[in-house]
């Protein structure tokens, strides 16, 4: 009985001090963020006719944004009334790589919201292939001049079933919050629509 | 009103509550003390069972043999009978006139089993604070709940919920690291930090639930400053006889199904030896409000456990094992990306989602497994001292799952595995003269590591931290007061390190020390009068997520910054506990008034934004402040005849922080609980038939700080409750069945304390049918 219960306390204290010598952290390994988006790009080319074919000879339009979503102080775009253009939207990953295709790939759960132009300036059409409806690519017609307004680019990633109830139409929505989601991109700089003719010259 | 009606009233009121407590002072508020011992050795004998009939009362004599019962009556003869496996049970006739004292000595009876030690041994704790045990009646009710729906039902626990799926015990208003759980004796070490990290605890594992209220930092160290919650299982049988039992339980919100079983034994080849094995598996789908289901709630659950014990002589040995793992959902309308977001979403007051019923659970979820493994040394001493040694490891995997980019929801956000090891040792004296002590020491060494390959920056970093305490408890018993003064001292250090956002090196040593102390006693007035007051300090070192957290809380819309610099909290808590119980009135009111120095939480930092790529984000960073709660809790029981009672649990806390002259957010608002209940005479096969019907009332949280918080306290709310139970008795075998409905009305409510009251409206109505089975 005494061998016994000797055999178990040392057994029960060796195990103890075994556990309490042989545990320590690990090395902690960076782990280089990959969850947000890295940086962006906003591209507007005017196009013309049916086919919205590019106009030659017009330089396209880059607004850039950095990891911040923010556009270098002073970035601003001058559009042309009664022109189109085609916005297309370049996202980068950590590595700085393009990955916009991923909002594509998962269209389902993606749509990009347009805000902030007054009432009646712009209208802007959906172009993704496969009829996608994410906007990564879209026509951006300006109706009339106005004054300058801060331009909203918002890429929403949407809860399981909220694309459903969605339209095109929802495109400008100001109640976007109601379509269940975060923002994965939500990209903001100055816009002017100008009449025909006064093109970027400032 | 008129003022004599007002007067009047008074009066009334007065004189009833008078005639009351008169009615008590007549006849039944004798208590008998007394001791069991074997015969032949002298030695006290625990886990004795002791009847008293008429009244069918019963107790089980403790480690030491002591038993106890009160309000017998004066002049009334009674039986008293004594039993325990391998004595022959001795019976005897009792007349009280006063209060009584009982030797019962027992002798081993004819089949000789005199290495038979009984197990079990009384009260898993003895203190001076008062303990609140869950009867047997909640236990059944509340059957297929997590922890905290288990103990919320105790008058000043409450629950701190993410949704309807995660819940948290809260006691006197605190949580998580201010409260400790013990899980079969050991301290439950999950990352418990979090707010929504709920105690990884099957509750079907436990018979007995007891909540300590007062600070018990002497006795468990650090955390133990706002109660303690100890879940117990039953001692394991003696007798080389199959038992066991099965429940199974549907309920309709969720349409949620759980089968829970059990089988123990004890070796009828190895003597000693005896055994137990558990399981449970639990499966609900979306919980449904009262207008609409609540996308992504559903759980699932499956967990083991089993226990060996090896008892020679008076030594015994016990391994245990358990596994709990679980997968919950996460409300994925509370998946939002921006303050505009929340703001939309608090304007329509519920989600904008409407999802049918689904049982499938997809991300936001969490995936939990969480082993204990135990080794406990236990030796009875002839003189009557104690030595209990134990080991325990608990390795939690926690991995939280998140909407992400691209192809990697099924990628955890956050996996992290928290493994602790503790070595307790604690010799308890036998009482000899009234005096009694109790010396200890606890060791714990925790290390925390994220597992790579998250592609996301970890929340907390990596870290280990070993901790050391010793105690020493002097208590002096008398038959009309107990006195208890103890003392403690720790030392922790913490050893962080971990990369940021910006792959930059954080983290450092730290050491903590602390001296805590405990002065209480229990005063026993006589007429079923009892007293208990405990001042108690205790301390906490300041959490992983306090010191180095920098990041997103995604379903908070806000950046919390932790503070590297944080002192302990050292918490001075006063509870004074006045009870009475008679043969018709019972009522213990609990008051208490707790000053917490460097007290931690998060506060709004005044302008302070985050700017990223997918919006804005206000800033939270962990300060220190002074805080002081105060409080009372009362629990009232009144006997009719014919079966009729009436209980009414009422809970008020107000806490403020003294330094800034602000109130703390989450604490519960004014709450109350009464059931009027009636005990069916039913008689041959049927046992312990009643019917029971709730009323909650909660009012609104006033005591806010606007500005602090995206929506001001929800409004008051009633809920109705019904419940009903037999007991049907097959031979030797019982069958319990037990129907509740919760939220009988259905009613649309939303609580203070859910965390997800921003998006969506809490359960709505929920019947649920338990079938229990033991045999």
């Given at each position: 009985m005494k061998n016994n219960r000797k055999t178990i306390v040392i057994a029960l204290l060796a195990l103890g001090t075994l556990g309490i010598n042989a545990c320590s952290k690990d090395d902690p390994q960076p782990e280089i963020p990959q969850e947000e988006v890295n940086g962006a790009k906003l591209t507007f080319v005017e196009v013309a006719g049916e086919n919205n074919e590019v106009v030659a000879g017009v330089e396209p339009i880059e607004i850039t944004f950095d990891d911040k979503g923010l556009a270098p102080v002073g970035a601003h775009a001058h559009l042309e009334a009664g022109k189109t253009y085609r916005l297309t939207l370049t996202a980068y990953d950590f590595a700085s790589r393009e990955m916009q295709q991923e909002f594509l790939n998962d269209a389902d759960r993606h749509q990009v919201f347009i805000l902030g132009a007054p009432e009646g300036v712009l209208d802007y059409v959906y172009a993704d292939p496969d009829n996608a409806r994410v906007g990564v690519t879209g026509y951006i017609h300006v109706l009339k001049p106005s004054d300058g307004f801060t331009f909203n680019y918002i890429v929403r990633h949407l809860n399981e079933g909220v694309k459903a109830s969605i339209t095109a139409a929802d495109w400008n929505n100001p109640g976007y919050n109601q379509f269940g989601g975060a923002n994965d991109l939500d990209l903001k700089f100055e816009m002017h629509p100008v009449e025909a003719g006064h093109g970027d010259d400032h | 009103m008129p003022l004599y009606i007002r007067k009047g009233i008074i009066a009334l009121l007065f004189s009833a509550i008078c005639s009351l407590v008169y009615a008590q002072?007549?006849?039944?508020?004798l208590t008998v003390n007394g001791r069991v011992t074997?015969?032949?050795?002298?030695l006290p004998l625990s886990g004795v069972t002791v009847q008293v009939n008429p009244g069918e009362l019963q107790a089980i004599s403790d480690a030491h043999g002591y038993f106890h019962f009160s309000h017998l009556c004066s002049g009334t003869s009674y039986q008293v009978t004594a039993s325990s496996v391998g004595f022959e049970s001795a019976a005897m006739q009792l007349t009280p006139q006063s209060d009584t004292r009982l030797n019962i000595a027992l002798q081993h009876g004819t089949i000789k089993l005199h290495d038979v030690e009984v197990v079990g041994h009384g009260r898993s704790v003895i203190t001076a604070n008062p303990v609140k045990a869950l009867s047997r009646e909640s236990i059944a009710e509340a059957r297929g709940g997590n922890l905290a729906e288990y103990l919320g039902v105790l008058p000043g626990v409450s629950m701190l919920q993410t949704g309807s799926t995660i819940s948290k015990p809260v006691i006197n208003g605190m949580h998580s690291n201010r409260i400790l759980v013990l899980n079969n004796g050991i301290r439950q070490e999950g990352q418990q930090w979090g707010s929504e990290h709920a105690p990884e605890i099957d509750p079907f594992i436990a018979k007995d639930f007891e909540v300590i209220k007062g600070a018990e930092g002497v006795r468990y160290g650090a955390d133990a400053i706002g109660g303690v919650i100890i879940a117990s299982p039953p001692p394991l049988p003696v007798d080389p006889h199959l038992s066991g039992e099965i429940h199974t339980l549907y309920q309709t919100n969720g349409r949620m199904g759980v089968v829970s079983g059990m089988l123990q034994s004890a070796i009828k080849q190895i003597k000693g030896l005896s055994w137990r094995l558990q399981g449970t598996v639990k499966r609900g789908g979306n919980i449904q409000t009262a207008d609409y289901y609540l996308g992504n709630t559903g759980v699932g659950e499956a967990n083991v456990s089993a226990a060996l014990q090896y008892s020679k002589g008076r030594t015994s040995l016990e391994a245990y094992y358990s596994r709990f793992q679980t997968s919950l959902g996460i409300l994925t309308s509370a998946h939002i990306g921006s303050m505009e977001d929340i703001e939309a979403r608090l304007e329509a007051g519920r989600p904008f989602e409407n999802y049918p019923f689904s049982y499938a659970i997809a991300a936001p979820r969490q995936a939990v497994v969480h082993d204990l493994g135990k080794l406990k040394w236990h030796r009875d001493h002839v003189n009557g001292s104690s030595l209990d040694i134990q080991y325990g490891i608990q390795r939690n995997h926690r991995q939280e799952y998140d909407l992400r980019r691209g192809d990697r929801d099924a990628l955890p956000m956050l996996d992290m595995v928290l493994t602790t090891q503790t070595l307790d040792a604690s010799y308890r004296m036998a009482q000899r003269k009234g005096w009694q002590s109790q010396f200890g020491t606890n060791l714990s060494l925790q290390v925390n590591n994220n597992v790579p390959g998250t592609l996301n920056t970890p929340l907390i970093p990596n870290y280990d931290s070993f901790s050391t305490g010793l105690f020493a408890i002097q208590r002096f018993i008398r038959e009309r007061y107990e006195l208890e003064a103890g003392v403690r001292y720790d030392f922790k250090t913490f050893d962080a390190a971990g990369y940021d956002s910006d792959l930059e090196f954080y983290g450092g040593y730290r050491q903590f020390h602390n001296v805590s102390g405990t002065l209480g006693g229990v005063l026993k007035m006589g007429n079923g009068w009892q007293l208990h007051s405990n001042i108690g300090l205790a301390w906490r070192s300041p959490n992983a997520n306090e010191l180095y957290s920098n990041g997103l809380h995604h379903g908070a819309a806000l950046y919390e910054i932790g503070d590297p610099n944080l002192l302990s909290e050292r918490s001075f808590k006063w509870i004074t506990t006045p009870s009475y119980a008679g043969e018709h009135f019972s009522f213990s009111l609990d008051l208490y008034a707790q000053y917490i120095n460097h007290y931690i939480y998060a506060q709004p930092s005044a302008g302070e934004y985050i700017q990223s790529i997918r919006g804005t984000f206000p800033v939270f960073r962990y300060g220190q402040t002074n805080a002081t709660f105060l409080g009372a809790d009362l629990s009232a029981q009144y006997r009719f005849p014919l079966g009729l009672s009436y209980q009414l649990d009422a809970s008020v806390i107000r806490a403020r922080d003294v330094e800034q002259d602000t109130y703390l957010p989450y604490i519960p608002s004014d709450r109350l609980d009464h059931y009027i209940r009636w005990e069916i005479p039913v008689h041959g096969q049927f046992t312990n038939s009643y019917i029971k019907l709730g009323h909650r009332v909660v009012r609104r949280q006033t005591r806010y700080e606007p500005g602090t918080d995206y929506a001001p306290p929800p409004p008051a709310y009633q809920l109705l409750s019904a419940y009903g139970g037999t007991r049907v008795n097959v031979g030797k075998h019982t069958l319990d069945l037990t129907l509740s409905v919760t939220n009988l009305l259905n009613s649309s409510y939303k609580e203070y304390?859910?965390?997800?009251r921003y998006f969506s409206h809490d359960m709505g109505r929920n019947t649920s049918l338990k079938l229990a089975y033991f045999f």
């Open positions: - | 002072h007549t006849g039944c508020t074997d015969s032949d050795t002298g304390m859910n965390r997800f």
